[in-house]
């Protein structure tokens, strides 16, 4: 884990607690079907993703970068994609694959998906970066809708590493649950009241 990575505090002892209860995150992964198993497979999908994370985000970044309102998010104060924004992200967004991977659902990884939360929303975007952005938030209806772009292009890469379809199964739909319960996670400051 790169706790050098420009904005990457997972590990950092001033991370706030997150306000989601052990009850909330038992119920969100029963919502998603997940159980030990899961894990397990994405543990042994992270051999096989980590060492294809640039190529995993050039191929992410070329989505984005070719969905006008997507990038758009990525605006400096003159409107245009900011270089140095759009490469910051990319490291984290590089780490989380990682993450998601290999990290234990536990009290500071909850800690760390309320930080991921309040940088797509206008509580904090844009703030860790030190971004003059025309973009005060990700909204949410993106955010949920790029679970399916961020979820189907794993597979690919899953088959570079393994061979059997039923191991990729198994790890793709782990992929899938854990995508889909970190944007449920993320989605909690653009209605506290209502979670």
């Not at 992964?29 to 993703?49: G, N, Y």
């Not at 061979?163 to 793709?172: F, G, I, L, N, R």
Request: proline letters at 5%; glycine letters at 6%.
């Amino acid at each position: 884990m790169n706790s050098a990575l420009s904005g990457y505090t997972y590990d950092d002892p001033a991370l706030a607690a997150s306000g989601v209860t052990r009850g909330d995150l038992a119920a969100l992964h029963a919502s998603v079907l997940w159980s030990d198993a899961d894990a397990a497979a994405l543990r042994r999908a992270a051999d096989i993703l980590v060492p294809q994370t640039e190529a995993i985000l050039d191929v992410w970044y070329g989505f984005v970068g070719a969905n006008p309102h997507l990038v758009a998010t990525f605006a400096g104060a003159d409107g245009a994609p900011d270089a140095a924004y759009l490469a910051d992200v990319r490291g984290r967004f590089g780490q989380w694959i990682a993450d998601l991977c290999t990290r234990d659902h536990d009290a500071r990884w909850l800690a760390y998906q309320d930080e991921i939360a309040v940088r797509h929303h206008t509580t904090k975007k844009n703030r860790t970066d030190g971004v003059d952005s025309t973009s005060a938030y990700v909204p949410l209806r993106h955010l949920i809708a790029l679970i399916v772009p961020i979820t189907v292009t794993i597979r690919d890469f899953l088959t570079n590493g393994e061979s059997d379809p039923a191991a990729v199964d198994t790890m793709y739909h782990a992929w899938m649950k854990a995508v889909t319960l970190s944007v449920a996670l993320w989605a909690r400051p653009y209605s506290p009241t209502t979670w």
